[in-house]
């Protein structure tokens, strides 16, 4: 007979986090005994996705005294059917919603319907004014005529973050926002994620209400950006100054060039959709704090060596440690193996720094291995100064 195995509790809760993204592991550790229970959970149900073919056995589980998994709800993602006979739920269970105390993030879908004034599934009903205590909002946008997204964004006094994005299905609309004069962002908002081009009707209202020195992290949509966007990110960007996350693709901006030496407090930076000589932009970079830097290349066809041959190492020399004390990570992203190859080759005192990192682009089926034929970085030389301190689960579906 065999002696049972006891596990240290900390080395259990470890295992069940490398399991976080398998339901189907999580669901069989929970079994094993009841003091795995609670972690396994806090996987299981920290997401809770609400439809209409659900939300009436949801609004049960709400009011059951035996319910014992509503404290793990961490994200509610809303997607509302009008047409649907059960939809009426989202908003009867609103008086109950203050049971999920623990919800800090909230995700649904914007729908006008017919007029500018019609806002389904995200206008102030009583299901979506339940959350108004949540941090971090994601609107999908599915409309093509003036909605008051401003007003539904100034609802949520406490939020942090906000992501806009497109719906998948309807990728021809626009989105249009109907003008308001009377609210304000919510004074907390310091994360702003653009999937869609409403890169002017939001900067532009952060700069009327004075309110773009406390944006923190910014990230612009890929894709053209229209001019009237592109003016509003050249107006917004040197009044940005605690930004200390910026990704922005290069190729979406045609009228616009972006100056960083004005964001000394810079953390992370990613230029996306580079061409060659876009690069030249980090020779003006002044941001002693900065740690990652990401720089993807997205044509195909650019020759390097033609180039700039001279631009590279003078690069290199900038992005040492006497500029950039505590830079972590230089990323070069490109698209075929002889540029990433080239790169570096030419960025030597970054290889030597055990900070430089090449990657290829994983579609591009040439640059597959191609990491292991490049050669060793150098040593570092003797006189090169040491860099400083470099630095779901858903539960209804």
């Given at each position: 007979m065999s002696a049972a195995v006891e596990i240290p509790q900390e080395v259990a809760e470890q295992v069940i986090d490398f399991l976080h993204n398998n339901p189907q592991a999580l669901k069989a550790c929970s079994l094993v005994c009841r003091a795995w229970v609670p972690r396994c959970r806090s996987y299981l149900f920290e997401t809770c996705n609400l439809v209409p073919k659900s939300i009436r056995v949801f609004s049960e589980f709400l009011v059951s005294p035996n319910c014992t998994f509503l404290h793990h709800i961490r994200t509610i993602t809303a997607s509302r059917r009008r047409w649907h006979p059960h939809d009426h739920y989202f908003d009867t269970l609103a008086p109950e919603l203050r049971r999920l105390a623990g919800v800090h993030a909230f995700e649904t879908k914007l729908n006008t319907i017919g007029d500018a004034t019609t806002?389904?599934?995200?206008?102030?009903?009583?299901?979506?004014?339940?959350?108004?205590?949540?941090?971090?909002?994601?609107?999908?946008?599915?409309?093509?005529?003036?909605?008051?997204?401003?007003?539904?964004i100034s609802h949520f006094a406490a939020l942090q973050h906000l992501c806009l994005r497109r719906d998948l299905v309807n990728q021809g609309f626009r989105v249009i926002m109907a003008a308001s004069s009377n609210v304000v962002p919510p004074a907390g908002l310091s994360s702003l994620t653009f999937n869609v081009d409403v890169v002017d009707p939001i900067l532009t209202w952060f700069r009327a209400s004075n309110n773009l020195h406390h944006v923190q992290s910014l990230v612009l949509p890929d894709g053209h950006i229209d001019q009237r966007s592109s003016d509003a990110f050249g107006q917004a960007l040197p009044l940005m100054g605690n930004l200390h996350h910026l990704s922005i693709s290069l190729s979406a901006f045609k009228h616009f060039t972006p100056d960083f030496s004005v964001h000394v407090n810079l953390r992370t930076l990613i230029m996306r959709d580079c061409m060659w000589d876009n690069a030249k932009l980090i020779s003006k970079l002044v941001a002693p704090r900065l740690e990652h830097l990401t720089i993807e290349f997205y044509s195909r066809y650019a020759v390097v060596e033609r180039h700039a041959r001279r631009d590279w190492p003078a690069l290199d020399v900038h992005l040492g440690a006497a500029n950039f004390p505590r830079l972590l990570k230089v990323l070069f992203r490109c698209k075929i193996r002889e540029h990433a190859r080239?790169?570096?080759e030419n960025f030597v005192s970054l290889r030597a720094a055990n900070i430089l990192q090449v990657e290829p682009d994983p579609e591009d089926l040439s640059a597959v291995g191609f990491l292991e034929a490049l050669p060793p970085p150098p040593p570092p030389p003797s006189l090169l100064p040491l860099p400083g301190p470099h630095h779901h689960s858903t539960l209804m579906g």
């Open positions: 806002v389904d599934s995200i206008s102030l009903l009583p299901f979506t004014a339940a959350f108004a205590h949540v941090t971090r909002l994601v609107i999908v946008c599915n409309f093509d005529q003036p909605a008051p997204l401003l007003n539904v080239f790169l570096r």
